[in-house]
């Protein structure tokens, strides 16, 4: 049963490196399309066991790829034939325009950090080409039932216009180009309009919905002003009956298109961090104010501070702020922005708190080895990056 699990656990791994869940990470404000390397193969190996019926085990072909079939999951069909084994390794090497699949049997943990050189027996090497099948008959001679195993193209499709998924693109943010791969979908974003784009959300289905919402909380664009995205991905089943579709666009200015709800409970949100973080900032500069010899006393009473600091502005007068700045919400809207706009307050504290623990953490072993010259250096980059930081949020207007 443990070796079972194990296997499975490789198996969804290897699905895992096919095709990514999802890619949707900040898009670079300055990145255009890039020319690189693919990091995809260009075969897909599938192996079909003979006693699951309709099972599929999945991996890249090539470079060394490999995965394991536990004895378990095969067929045995001689009860008096070697108990010893373990299981299968497939191996997947490219070679001219085919890829090597070769087997072995394997007489050890497969998972160990042993040498396993004198634990493998070759049982069988077979040279596939696109579209291609064989079954592996070798191992007849190990009692073993044999199974298919398929290489199948996996090369990137560019998809036509008005060809593949119905795409809905916004008057400003549409799909420039789209490729379909293995399992998954391959896009880049076209930012049309002159205004950065700090965030969008692309749905893929009823119960998909993907967010580049900026992972900082700061509201810095995420694809400038008349740029196109790096490669995005996105797997999703749903894609080709369901199509993409760019439902919100959210503009540096505080403009937006599309759906109206979540963009305005994003701004309010991003309103909280701007409206807290001139307290902070200037809690920041007291410290960076001082000597090197005061320094890290300054930097850890900074810290005790920040984890107390006060809200910038009470609930009365927040929702005050945001009637003035939504005046199309509503009462009971208003007080479910007040809720993210408070939990802005607390993310302006929250982003000097992130670096001025990973900077404590850098600092506390370069004190115990006496290098504290270093470590005044660190906590000072630390302190004047996070001034900049705030500088910045303070100066986007909305």
């Known amino acids: 049963m443990r070796l079972h699990l194990r296997l499975r656990k490789a198996f969804a791994h290897a699905v895992v490196l096919i095709c990514s869940y ?37 991996f890249f072909g090539g470079w060394g790829s490999s995965t394991y079939i536990d004895r378990q999951s095969l067929t045995i069909n001689d009860s008096q034939a070697d108990t010893k084994f373990t299981g299968i390794r497939l191996q997947a090497e490219r070679e001219g325009d085919g890829v090597r699949v070769s087997l072995f049997i394997i007489y050890s943990d497969p998972f160990s950090n042993h040498n396993q050189d004198d634990k493998a027996k070759a049982a069988g090497s077979y040279l596939l080409r696109t579209g291609e099948s064989i079954r592996t008959t070798e191992l007849n001679h190990f009692a073993i ?26 008057a400003s943010l549409v799909v420039e180009k789209l490729e379909r791969h293995f399992e998954s979908y391959r896009f880049w974003l076209k930012n049309k309009s002159d205004k950065n784009i700090i965030a969008f959300q692309i749905s893929t289905g009823h119960t998909a919905s993907r967010s580049s919402l900026g992972s900082d909380g700061q509201g810095r664009p995420v694809l400038a002003a008349g740029a196109t995205s790096r490669e995005l991905t996105i797997h999703d089943r749903e894609i080709d009956v369901n199509g993409i579709a ?39 500069e007291q410290a960076l104010a001082v000597d090197d010899s005061d320094l890290r006393t300054a930097f850890v009473k900074l810290e005790a ?3 107390l600091i006060p809200e910038a502005l009470d609930k009365q007068s ?16 208003l007080s479910a922005l007040y809720e993210l706009f408070k939990g802005g307050l607390y993310d302006a504290r929250n982003i000097a708190l992130r670096s001025l623990g990973e900077t404590l953490r850098t600092v506390q072993p370069l004190e115990e080895h006496s290098q504290y010259a270093t470590a005044v250096e660190s906590i000072r980059t630390t302190l004047e990056q996070l001034r900049k930081t705030f500088e910045e949020i303070m100066s986007l207007k909305r």
């Open 246 to 284: 760019i439902s919100l666009v959210v503009f540096g200015d505080g403009t937006f298109e599309g759906d109206s709800k979540p963009a305005t409970q994003y701004l309010a949100k991003l309103e909280g961090v701007r409206v807290q973080s001139p307290s902070v900032l200037r809690r920041i």
């Open 318 to 333: 927040s929702i005050q702020f945001l009637k003035t700045k939504f005046p199309a919400e509503d009462e009971k809207s």
């Open 145 to 170: 039932e044999p199974f298919e195993v398929r290489s199948i193209d996996a090369r990137p499709v560019e998809v036509k216009p008005g060809e593949g998924p119905r795409i809905t693109n916004t």
């Open 22 to 58: 999802l890619l949707l990470a900040v898009i670079g404000s300055a990145m255009g399309l890039q020319q690189r390397e693919p990091r995809y193969e260009f075969f897909v190996i599938e192996t079909s066991l003979a006693d699951q019926s309709g099972s599929r085990i999945r």
């Open 305 to 307: 501070e920040l984890w």
